[in-house]
Each structure stands twice: as structure tokens, then as C-alpha cells.
């Protein structure tokens, strides 16, 4: 089950900004785009490498326990939000 980002918010924490974006287009070439209210990164480095590494964990899991590809699962939505650091937080809002 591929890891699907379906929009970036702002990492700055006084600034709400949150931007849907085309997941067609390859989540790297949003690194280091900038938030068009106050300037602060969208998708950091470190952000960019927390997604990989949750997409290699997902692919693990099809793989250690494909049962969930046959089900009528489709899409799980994970409430994570990352801030900058890389690190995983519960989603805020
Ligand atoms: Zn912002």
C-alpha cells in the first residue's frame, strides 16, 4: 500500500498554511518549497526521509501480511502531521 501525502502544511507553528498537492508529481520535488504566507519550509530533507521510511515499513507489512492487499481496505488514513524535524507527531487539527 503506497504512502500517499495528499497535502503540506506550513512548519511553522503560527502559520496555518496548508497546500493540497498533485501526487502524481514525486514528493521529492517538493523539498525545500516554501510556504507562500511566511517563507518557512513546506517539505524538509528530513521530513522527505521520514515519508521513505514509512513507505518502506508499508511495503514490509504487504509483504509480511498480504492479507490486508485482499481485503476491502483501500486506504488507511494515518493522523500524523511532520514538522520539520523528521520526527512523527499527532495531527493538531
Ligand atoms: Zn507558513
Given at each position: 500500500?503506497?504512502?500517499l ?31 507562500p ?57
Amino acid at each position: 500500500m503506497p504512502i500517499l501525502v495528499k497535502n503540506l502544511k506550513c512548519d511553522a507553528e503560527h502559520c496555518n498554511h496548508k497546500e493540497d498537492i498533485d501526487t502524481k508529481v514525486p514528493l521529492e520535488r517538493y523539498i525545500g518549497k516554501s510556504c507562500p504566507k511566511c517563507g518557512e519550509s513546506l517539505l524538509t530533507q528530513e521530513d522527505y526521509e521520514t515519508v521513505q521510511a514509512l513507505q518502506t515499513m508499508a511495503e514490509t507489512l504487504d509483504s509480511l501480511f498480504p492479507v490486508v492487499g485482499r481485503n476491502e481496505v483501500s486506504e488507511i488514513l494515518l493522523p500524523i502531521e511532520l514538522r520539520g524535524d523528521g520526527k512523527l507527531y499527532p495531527r493538531r487539527d
